[in-house]
C-alpha cells in the first residue's frame, strides 16, 4: 500500500462511521441471505423445529418492531454517551484527543452492532405477511431468530459500552492509551529493525553537495508522511540526492520550501519540466488538515504535555495528572534515549537514491514536553522538584550522546524554580530532587575533557 492510500486508509478507520457502515452492508446482506432461506423451507419445517420461531406474522411483526424501535433509542443513547466524551475530552484533557475517542474500536464495534441489527430486524419486518386473499401468510422464522440474537448480542455490546465509556473517560486510561500509541510510533520509527531499502540511519557515504532546485508546497497543512518511493524517478534525470526539509507533523504554508534536490556534481542536468518535478515532490510529501499519530512521533509527546497543562490551570487545578503526564513524558523519552536516532535517511540502494528526511532530535522532544510545563508549573513545588526528578531518572538510562541534552534541560528547569519560587523551602526542596546533578556535572566535565583534542 503507498503512502498515500496508508495517510487515507488511516483517517478512514480512525472515523466513527466506517466500521458501524460495514456493519450496516452486512447486516444488509444478511437480511437478505436469511430471508431467502426462509422463503425456501416448508411450512411444516417451522412446526418440527422448537429452536425457530413460533408465532404467527403479527407476532413477527411485534418481535420485530420492538427490536427495530428499542435498538434505535439505544443507538441514540450511545451516540449521545459519545458526544459527552468528546466534550469532556476537548474541555478539560486536550482538543487534540477527538481522534483518540473516534478511532476508539470498542466504541466503532458497539455503534456498528446496534445499527446492523437495527437495519436487520427492519428488512426483515418488510418481509411479513399476513394471509389475506391476495397472498399467502409469510413469517420468517429463522430471520426472526437472527433478530432476536442480534439483539441479545447488542444487550451485551451495550453492558461492555457502558464499562468502556466510563473507564476511557479516565485521564490515567487516556494518559496510558496515548503513552501505548506513542511508544509504538517510536518503536516502529527508530527501534525495529529495517529491511534492505527500507529506513536507515547510516548516513550515505557520498553526499551530493549541489543543490540543482528547490520545491515548494503548493498547499498549507501538516506533514502527515513521507513517501520515498514516489521520488525514484528522479534519479534517471541525475538527482542523486533529495533532502525533505519539513519533518513530519510540521506545518507548512504555500511557497514554502520543502525539499532540495541535490546532484553529485553541478554540470547541466537533463531535467523534464519543472512543473513535472515539483509534483513528484509534493506527491512524496503528505500533507493534510489535521496531525495524526500514523508517523507523528512529536504529536504524541505534544498531546501528553496539552493534558499536563490543562491539569495545571487555574480552572482544572488537578497536579497529580500533570505528575502523571511528567511520568509517562519521562518514559517515553527514555525509550526514545536508548536510540542513536540523528538524522535518519530513507533509501533505495538499487536506484541509488538516498532521501535525507529530518527527525526529532531528543532536545526537540525535551522542549515539546516540558518546556511549557517548566514555564506554568513553576509556581508549583511538587511538580518542579517531581520534573526534575524524572529528568534525573532519564538522565540515569539514556544513551551517551544524550546525556548532556538532559542535563542542560535539568539546569533550566532549576534556574526556573529558583527564580519562581518564593520561599526557601521549596527552592531546597527542588535542589534536593536534583541531587544527581552534582555527579552528573562531573561527568559532564569528563567527558568534554576527554574529547578535547
Known amino acids: 500500500m503507498t503512502p498515500q492510500l496508508q495517510s487515507k486508509w488511516f483517517a478512514v478507520r480512525s472515523s466513527l462511521w466506517f466500521l458501524p457502515g460495514l456493519f450496516t452492508v452486512f447486516a444488509v446482506a444478511l437480511a437478505t441471505v436469511t430471508v431467502r432461506i426462509d422463503k425456501h423451507l416448508a411450512p411444516d419445517h417451522y412446526a418440527s423445529s422448537y429452536l425457530l420461531f413460533g408465532a404467527g406474522a403479527e407476532g413477527a411483526r411485534g418481535v420485530l418492531s420492538a427490536i427495530a424501535g428499542s435498538l434505535i433509542t439505544v443507538t441514540g443513547l450511545v451516540f449521545s454517551i459519545t458526544i459527552v466524551a468528546l466534550q469532556l475530552a476537548s474541555s478539560q484533557y486536550s482538543p487534540r484527543l477527538f481522534r483518540t475517542f473516534t478511532g476508539d474500536r470498542g466504541n466503532q464495534i458497539v455503534l456498528g452492532t446496534f445499527i446492523a441489527t437495527f437495519t436487520f430486524a427492519l428488512l426483515v419486518l418488510r418481509t411479513v405477511r399476513s394471509e389475506s386473499q391476495d397472498q399467502e401468510v409469510f413469517v420468517p422464522a429463522l430471520s426472526v431468530n437472527i433478530a432476536i440474537g442480534l439483539t441479545l448480542l447488542s444487550i451485551c455490546c451495550l453492558i461492555y459500552y457502558l464499562h468502556h465509556a466510563t473507564r476511557s473517560m479516565q485521564v490515567d486510561v487516556i494518559i496510558s492509551n496515548l503513552t501505548r500509541d506513542t511508544r509504538t510510533l517510536i518503536h516502529n520509527q527508530h527501534h525495529a529493525p529495517r529491511a534492505p531499502g527500507e529506513h536507515s540511519s547510516v548516513a550515505h557515504d557520498a553526499e551530493p553537495a549541489h543543490i540543482h532546485l528547490i520545491v515548494t508546497s503548493d498547499s498549507a497543512g501538516f506533514v502527515q508522511d513521507i513517501a520515498p518511493d514516489e521520488m525514484l524517478d528522479l534519479r534517471r534525470y541525475g538527482i542523486a540526492q533529495v533532502r525533505i526539509l519539513v519533518p513530519i507533523g510540521a506545518f507548512v504554508m504555500v511557497g514554502e520550501p520543502i525539499a532540495e534536490l541535490l546532484a553529485a556534481t553541478d554540470d547541466h542536468l537533463a ?183
Not at 513545588?381 to 542542560?408: C, F, P, T
Request: hydrophobic share 45%; glycine share 4%; charged share 20%.
Open 271 to 453: 531535467l523534464p519540466d519543472k512543473a513535472h518535478l515539483d509534483d513528484l515532490l509534493r506527491a512524496a510529501v503528505i500533507t493534510g488538515g489535521e496531525r495524526t499519530m500514523m508517523k507523528d512521533v512529536m504529536f504524541g509527546f505534544r498531546q501528553l504535555s496539552d493534558i499536563a497543562l490543562r491539569a495545571l490551570s487555574p480552572g482544572i487545578n488537578d497536579p497529580a495528572t500533570a505528575l502523571n503526564c511528567i511520568d509517562r513524558l519521562g518514559e517515553l523519552i527514555e525509550y526514545f534515549g536508548t536510540t542513536d536516532a540523528t538524522q535518519p535517511i530513507m533509501w533505495n540502494p538499487q536506484h541509488d537514491l538516498s532521501v535525507l528526511v529530518k527527525t526529532p532530535t531528543l532536545v526537540e522532544i525535551l522542549d515539546v514536553s516540558f518546556a511549557q510545563i517548566r514555564h506554568y508549573g513553576s509556581g508549583d513545588a511538587i511538580v518542579m522538584s517531581h520534573l526534575v526528578a524524572v529528568l534525573g531518572r532519564v538522565y540515569q538510562l539514556i544513551n551517551e550522546m544524550w546525556l548532556a541534552d538532559v542535563y542542560q534541560f535539568a539546569v533550566t528547569v532549576i534556574a526556573t524554580a529558583n527564580k519562581s519560587l518564593p520561599l526557601p523551602h521549596d527552592i531546597d526542596r527542588v535542589a534536593s530532587a536534583a541531587h544527581w546533578m552534582l555527579e552528573a556535572e562531573q561527568e559532564v566535565l569528563i567527558r568534554d575533557k576527554s574529547r578535547t583534542p
